[in-house]
């Protein structure tokens, strides 16, 4: 069957919005197989034509991995009618086919993966799976070791019982502490209920990493980048473990 021309040329270079590939196209700066192509719509097999953008050939990959730095205020979806969602800081890719690995909270922060790899996607939040996320929570009030430690150990929440996870105080002021918190499960608002039971509160959050792979330091808020090869198998190292 194929695909639109424009659509996979917004795919294969997701800086570019859609009209911006629909005017390349119509210019003559697209070929397909060597030859020039000026009708957005042509259908082309990825997988069997060569595309190549100003005499620039795309190596075309069918699941691709973006990594977004999320921002506060921006929800964890592929579409939303009110709000802005994560989707809308990556121009070019179809709302269709990526979503977000899991759900960030709209005032959290970090790591969060995007992608139209159901399979990765489904390994990495299985619970049976024990995927490690860490997040740096700044709460309110000053926390200590042995607080960590009942983090660590497992806390009843009531509905259920959190698994063994890694807790440890980054940074304690007079106010507030900074925690670092790895657990292997995903459950609703999970991090700032466990801190909640420990007596403190959540004042931000962020994700730093998932995984065997962490967010790159030099990433702003906002921001993202597509996995390599190496990433990709980097963030299946726990699934092996």
Do not use: W
Request: charged share 30%; hydrophobic share 40%; with cysteine.
């Amino acid at each position: 069957m194929g695909m639109r021309l424009d659509r996979l040329l917004s795919e294969l270079s997701p800086k570019m919005s859609r009209k911006q590939c629909r005017d390349a196209i119509r210019a003559g700066r697209v070929s397909v197989d060597g030859a020039a192509v000026r009708d957005p719509e042509r259908k082309t097999d990825p997988e069997a034509e060569t595309v190549a953008l100003d005499g620039i050939a795309f190596s075309y990959a069918r699941f691709r991995y973006f990594l977004l730095n999320k921002p506060a205020g921006v929800l964890s979806a592929s579409r939303d009618k009110k709000q802005k969602t994560v989707l809308d800081l990556i121009p070019g890719i179809d709302p269709e086919k990526y979503f977000p690995v899991g759900r960030l909270d709209i005032d959290t922060e970090g790591f969060l993966l995007i992608t139209n790899d159901g399979a990765l996607a489904h390994e990495l939040l299985s619970p049976k799976k024990h995927v490690p996320k860490t997040y740096h929570a700044v709460c309110r009030g000053v926390l200590t070791e042995e607080d960590c430690a009942k983090l660590s150990a497992g806390i009843d929440l009531g509905d259920f019982v959190t698994a063994p996870a890694k807790a440890g105080i980054l940074r304690k002021g007079d106010t507030e502490t900074v925690l670092f918190l790895t657990i292997t499960e995903g459950k609703f608002h999970q991090v700032k209920r466990m801190v909640q039971a420990v007596g403190s509160e959540v004042t931000a959050l962020r994700r730093v990493s998932m995984g065997g792979l962490s967010l790159p330091d030099d990433l702003p808020a906002g921001h993202y980048t597509e996995l390599t090869t190496a990433e990709i198998a980097r963030i299946r190292i726990s699934e092996e473990n």
